[in-house]
């Protein structure tokens, strides 16, 4: 059972709904950039490391 006496309409408090949904669908400026160092990452971690030649006693 529900006590639905108290209900009330929801207001989220937006003046303009479409303009706050652009706002947050807008694409973000930095993301060349994070995929272009993610990839330098990878490419970085396939760099085959140099063998330790020193010789141990």
Sequence with gaps: M???SH???FDSGLQDLKQETRR???P???APLWLTL???ALM???I???P???RRP
Excluded: E, M, R, V
């Design 44 to 46: 970085a971690s396939w």
């Design 52 to 54: 330790n030649t020193l």
């Design 28 to 30: 973000d400026p930095l």
């Design 24 to 26: 947050h669908l807008a």
């Design 48 to 50: 085959p490391s140099t």
């Design 38 to 40: 993610a990839g330098l």
């Design 7 to 9: 209900c009330s309409t």
């Design 2 to 4: 529900g006590d639905f």
